[in-house]
């Protein structure tokens, strides 16, 4: 079982996450993290926060050089603006009445809910008496933890062939023109990187700015619609056997709990509510000579899942996010403590951080399938988990012969000759 979880406040010291359950003999590379950090930081339409950081990644936990020791993994994102923040945020008791700590502690001051925000359930719920306690750990600078171990996910997915990437497919109103079905994910990070929204549709990037420059003049913030698609998993990450086994509850509870996104696509899923079943499930013809699956489609309505598992077509998950709540017009609202009549607070945010957010999702997606890869090839050494998946491709790949004997005698043969250490479900 891979877990993981995060620490740190958006004006604190720094962001942490602890990842218990990485398999040792990972080769990390630490550049490959940072550079999703990076992304993370770019949008058009993003606040001055990001001028302010430049985020990277160290290691103080569970790695020695460069390679996981399979020990648990503490990673941590300094967060620069602690420096502006330093009597508010301090974790230590500090003196509140100097001049300096005075005024910093006037500005930063929030007296009144934002509403979309988790300010006002946070504020009821922990008994506080600063909104800013419910405010600094509600952010979505969290994600930056997030971020970075979702990127070494990534790097556990490589080791075994699968790769995944994000871009955007809707800001506002404005949509991508749909990506061809058969497009490399090559070309869909070619396209992506081009954007400085992440977008893969050049005609209408141009309206999409367009679109948060407005909202920006209004005071006013955006949502959109990011996608990810990840290829070469194999078949069976994930179980019908069991509710909370099942991948695509997986992915979706990982989705929905990055700050905004309100719901989860898989595949077609939304507009398959509304067509005849022939026309959303994808049919199966016999595999090509080569082929590495003993089947192959022609479609992927599914979007990679089928009763709860991988199906050994490309995964395609859609996140919806709404328009941040933290707005300079600011919505009708309450003060606090006094509950009186007020406009919502503002301070600094994004008007619209939707390029930020798909990299945020992939995170989400390559941490969950990293988890169930270590769940259905349960190893604790990267060699294990490779041998482990290369027998369970064999054996995949022997389905395909319609002999049952033959079928059962390959299937033995592969355990006796193969001679592969046999870890896990075999
Ligand atoms: C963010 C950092 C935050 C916000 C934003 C995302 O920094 P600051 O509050 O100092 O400007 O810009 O957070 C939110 C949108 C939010 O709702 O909290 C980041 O690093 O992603």
Request: hydrophobic fraction near 40%.
């Amino acid at each position: 079982m891979l877990r993981f979880f995060t620490s740190g406040e958006s004006h604190g010291p720094a962001l942490t996450a602890i990842i218990d359950g990485m398999p040792a003999g990972l080769m990390i590379d630490v550049e490959a993290i940072n550079s999703e950090l990076a992304k993370r930081q770019q949008g058009y339409g993003r606040g001055n926060r990001q001028k302010i950081e430049t985020d990277t990644v160290s290691f103080l936990g569970g790695v020695r050089h460069g390679v996981t020791t399979g020990a648990p993994i503490t990673l941590t994102v300094a967060n620069r603006d602690f420096a502006n923040w330093k009597h508010v945020m301090s974790a230590e008791p500090t003196d509140m009445t100097t001049a300096e700590a005075q005024e910093q502690a006037q500005k930063k001051a929030i007296e009144r809910f934002r509403p979309g925000h988790a300010d006002l359930a946070g504020t009821l719920k922990y008994d506080q008496s600063d909104i800013r306690d419910v405010l600094e750990r509600a952010s979505a600078r969290e994600t930056a933890a997030r971020v970075a171990v979702g990127a070494l996910c990534q790097q556990l997915l490589s080791a075994v062939g699968a790769r995944s990437v994000n871009h955007v497919v809707q800001v506002g109103s404005v949509k991508c023109a749909a990506l061809p079905v058969d497009i490399s994910l090559s070309d869909i990070e070619k396209l992506a990187s081009e954007s400085e929204l992440s977008a893969t549709d050049k005609s209408v990037e141009d309206a999409m700015k367009d679109a948060i420059k407005a909202a920006w003049q209004e005071g006013d913030s955006l949502g959109g619609v990011v996608e990810v698609l990840v290829d070469g998993l194999p078949v069976g990450l994930g179980s019908y056997t069991q509710w909370d086994r099942k991948i695509d509850g997986r992915i979706a509870q990982a989705v929905m709990s990055i700050q905004a996104f309100k719901a989860v696509e898989i595949g077609d899923g939304v507009v398959s509510a509304s067509l005849p079943g022939s026309q959303v499930h994808d049919p199966l013809y016999q595999s090509d000579n080569g082929d590495i699956l003993p089947f192959k489609r022609k479609t992927n309505h599914a979007g990679g899942i089928e009763g709860g598992m991988t199906n050994g077509s490309r995964l395609v998950v859609k996140g919806y996010m709404k328009p941040l709540p933290t707005m300079r017009k600011g919505l009708d609202s309450l003060s606090f403590p006094e509950f009186e009549p007020a406009r919502a607070h503002y301070e600094r945010s994004d008007v619209c951080a939707i390029a930020a957010a798909s990299v945020v999702m992939k995170a989400m997606v390559n941490y969950v399938l990293a988890d169930a890869l270590l769940e259905k090839f349960a190893c604790d050494s990267i060699r294990a988990l490779k041998e482990s998946l290369e027998s369970y491709t064999l054996r995949v790949q022997n389905f395909a012969s319609r002999d049952e004997g033959d079928r059962a005698a390959k299937t033995a043969n592969l355990n006796v000759e193969e001679g592969p250490e046999l870890i896990g479900e075999f």
